[in-house]
C-alpha cells in the first residue's frame, strides 16, 4: 500500500533508528537527559528563540503554548479551522478555560483584516477580552497553504499595539521554510511561543518542541509535568529528531513536488498546492477512499466532500507516480 493519509505514518529509517540506539541520555524530569537537551537548544536557536521544551505530541505544545499566554475565561482567537480549534478534542476550553471565536479564511491563508474584525483586546466588564491569536504555518486543513508573510507581520503590528499576545502552530514550519525561502528564524520571529513538530514531513517516530522565553519555558516544563508529559529517558526520542533536523529538512521538497503530480491527478491544480497536502473536492469521498485502497493507495476521507492526500518521507517518486496513475483512473 502507498499510504497517503499523513505524513505521520512515516517509519525509522535504519539509519535513524541507529541514532536512537547511540542516543547518550538521562532522567529529563530531572532535567539530566543530554541529548534532550540539545534537541531543545537546536529547535529554539534555529527559530531564534532563547529556550525549548521537547513535548510527546504537537497537541500538548501547542496547549501549554496557549495555556501561557490565555488565562481561563480568556479569549483566543484563530483560523475557524486551525488544528488548535477543529482537532486538538477541546482541550483549551477542557484544561485551561480558554474561550474561542474564529475567522473565516480562503484555504487557510491568512488576511489581517479578518483577525482585526474579531479581536477585543480590551472588551470591558461584560464581554471576552481577546488575550491571544493563534497562526498556524502552514495550515493543515487549508491545504498545506504557506502563510503570506506581509499578513503574519501585519497581525503581529495589530497583536503589538493592543498587548495581544502570539501563538504559532508550526508544526510543519519546515515545509514553509522550504516552500518559501525563508529562514526559520524569520518565521518565527515575533512570536510569542512556537510549536514544531518532529513526527511528521522530518519522519521521527516521536515529538514535537515548544519554543519561547526562558521564562515562558521553565513554565511550560512545569504545566507539562501537570499534564501527564513529564518523561525520563527521552534521549532515544530525541535522537530521532536531531537526526531529522541535520538529515530531512531540505529533502522536504521532493514531498512538495510530489503532491503537485498527485494534484494533477485529483484534477486540482499543481500551481495552487504550497507544499505537502491536497485538498480534493469528490462526490463520494466513501466510495472514492475505498477505491482507492483496492487500487493500493490509502487516503483520507475530511469531511462530506473532500478527500486528502499527504506526501512524506516514505513515498518516492515512483510510489507517486503509481498512486497518480490510480487516482487519475478513479477521478474519471
Not at 128 to 146: D, K, Y
Not at 203 to 231: C, D, F, N
Not at 279 to 307: C, I, N, S, Y
Request: hydrophobic share 45%.
Amino acid at each position: 500500500m502507498i499510504d497517503l493519509r499523513s505524513d505521520t505514518v512515516t517509519r525509522p529509517t535504519p539509519e535513524m533508528r541507529a541514532a536512537m540506539l547511540d542516543a547518550e541520555v538521562g532522567d529529563d524530569v530531572y532535567g539530566e537527559d543530554p541529548e534532550t537537551t540539545r534537541l531543545e537548544q537546536d529547535v529554539a536557536a534555529l527559530l531564534g528563540h532563547p529556550a525549548g521544551l521537547f513535548t510527546p505530541s504537537g497537541s500538548m505544545a501547542n496547549q501549554l503554548g496557549l495555556r501561557l499566554l490565555v488565562g481561563p475565561g480568556e479569549e483566543l482567537v484563530a483560523d475557524v479551522q486551525a488544528h488548535v480549534v477543529r482537532a486538538e478534542l477541546g482541550a483549551a476550553a477542557v484544561f485551561s478555560g480558554i474561550t474561542t471565536r474564529t475567522w473565516a479564511s480562503d484555504h487557510g491563508r491568512l488576511v489581517a483584516d479578518a483577525v482585526r474584525d474579531i479581536a477585543e483586546p480590551n472588551a470591558g466588564a461584560y464581554s471576552v477580552s481577546t488575550t491571544a491569536i493563534a497562526l498556524e504555518n502552514t495550515h493543515n486543513f487549508g491545504g498545506g497553504t504557506v502563510q503570506p508573510q506581509d499578513e503574519v507581520l501585519a497581525v503581529q503590528a495589530f497583536a503589538r499595539e493592543h498587548g495581544i499576545a502570539l501563538h504559532l502552530d508550526g508544526a510543519r514550519l519546515w515545509n514553509a521554510h522550504v516552500a518559501s525561502g525563508r529562514p526559520l528564524s524569520e518565521l518565527a520571529d515575533g512570536f510569542d511561543t512556537v510549536s514544531v513538530c518532529l513526527s511528521k514531513g522530518l519522519g521521527a517516530p516521536v515529538g514535537s518542541v515548544l519554543v519561547g522565553s526562558t521564562e515562558h519555558i521553565a513554565a511550560a516544563r512545569l504545566w507539562r509535568k501537570r499534564y501527564g508529559g513529564g518523561m525520563r529517558q527521552t534521549g532515544m526520542l530525541a535522537a530521532a529528531g536531531r537526526f531529522a533536523l541535520r538529515n530531512n529538512v531540505e529533502r522536504l521538497a521532493d514531498d512538495h513536488a510530489n503532491a503537485r503530480v498527485l494534484a494533477d491527478a485529483l484534477g486540482v491544480d499543481p500551481a495552487t498546492v504550497d507544499t505537502n497536502i491536497v485538498f480534493a473536492e469528490v462526490a463520494d469521498p466513501g466510495a472514492f477512499v475505498a477505491e482507492a485502497a483496492a487500487r493500493g493507495v490509502r487516503l483520507m476521507q475530511l469531511g462530506r466532500t473532500k478527500v486528502r492526500v499527504v506526501t512524506h518521507l516514505d513515498v518516492t517518486r515512483e510510489d507517486t507516480e503509481r498512486a497518480a496513475e490510480a487516482l487519475t483512473t478513479i477521478a474519471r
